[in-house]
């Protein structure tokens, strides 16, 4: 799969909006991240970390740690992990599990899930450049399979917080749909092509379409 060789003035001025967007989003956000720090302080089912970090495959296969506000219980990783039937369920649904089958998710993790607020902290990832506002969804390294000797090929890209597969239609597409969607932006990326999938990406989390 041959892609456009991307511009350096594009390539610049990327980086520039997600360093300018997140430093704002940081700002304004503020007072959400407080809202949700208290909850967790005074919330007896929530208590524990309100940042939760999972490890994902970046740009050029390199390893980073993905930042959400915490909408499982503690240790949710290694509870999937050491439930073979809710492990086997997990894969069999594209690597999710709906919130109403997923016992790890909390009621309030519900909502942030809902809401797409459990995403925000992902502008600090932003800054550190590790990932970009528009992007492929960075996957975990088992997900990698799907894509086959086109892995390469996704991995060239830094990963986003929003993207094409979001914009489509979020967790309401599977495997191997996802893949041509998230290869189709690689071939395709560019300035105008990203600021649509900004606003549609918009467009659905206000209407909450996908999210679990």
């Given at each position: 799969?041959?892609?456009?060789?991307?511009s350096?003035?594009?390539?610049?001025?990327?980086?520039?909006?997600?360093v300018?967007?997140?430093?704002?989003?940081?700002?304004?956000?503020?007072?959400?991240?407080?809202?949700?720090?208290?909850?967790?302080?005074?919330?007896?089912?929530?208590?524990?970390?309100?940042?939760f970090?999972?490890?994902?495959?970046?740009?050029?296969?390199?390893?980073?740690?993905?930042?959400?506000?915490?909408?499982?219980?503690?240790?949710?990783?290694?509870?999937?992990?050491?439930?073979?039937?809710?492990?086997?369920?997990?894969?069999?649904?594209?690597?999710?599990?709906?919130?109403?089958?997923?016992?790890?998710?909390?009621?309030?993790?519900?909502?942030?899930?809902?809401?797409?607020?459990?995403?925000?902290?992902?502008?600090?990832?932003?800054?550190?450049?590790?990932?970009?506002?528009?992007?492929?969804?960075?996957?975990?390294?088992?997900?990698?399979?799907?894509?086959?000797?086109?892995?390469?090929?996704?991995?060239?890209?830094?990963?986003?917080?929003?993207?094409?597969?979001?914009?489509?239609?979020?967790?309401?597409?599977?495997?191997?749909?996802?893949?041509?969607?998230?290869?189709s932006?690689?071939?395709?990326?560019?300035?105008?092509?990203?600021?649509?999938?900004?606003?549609?990406?918009?467009?659905?989390?206000?209407?909450?379409?996908?999210?679990?």
């Open positions: 799969m041959k892609t456009k060789s991307k350096r003035f594009y390539l610049i001025t990327k980086r520039f909006l997600d300018v967007l997140s430093c704002v989003a940081l700002v304004l956000l503020s007072p959400i991240f407080l809202v949700v720090f208290l909850v967790y302080q005074f919330d007896s089912e929530n208590k524990g970390p309100v940042i970090k999972q490890k994902r495959v970046g740009q050029d296969n390199q390893d980073f740690y993905i930042l959400k506000f915490r909408s499982m219980v503690v240790n949710a990783d290694q509870k999937l992990h050491n439930n073979a039937e809710l492990y086997q369920k997990y894969i069999d649904n594209n690597y999710k599990l709906p919130p109403d089958e997923d016992p790890r998710v909390t009621r309030f993790g519900r909502w942030l899930r809902r809401t797409s607020v459990d995403e925000l902290p992902q502008f600090i990832n932003i800054l550190r450049g590790e990932m970009s506002i528009v992007g492929p969804r960075p996957v975990v390294r088992e997900e990698l399979a799907e894509y086959g000797d086109k892995v390469d090929v996704f991995l060239s890209v830094r990963p986003g917080a929003m993207g094409l597969w979001q914009a489509s239609g979020r967790s309401n597409i599977g495997y191997p749909e996802r893949c041509d969607l998230e290869l932006y690689v071939k395709n990326a560019g300035l105008l092509f990203d600021t649509r999938i900004f606003f549609k990406n918009i467009l659905h989390i206000v209407t909450s379409d996908g999210a679990y």
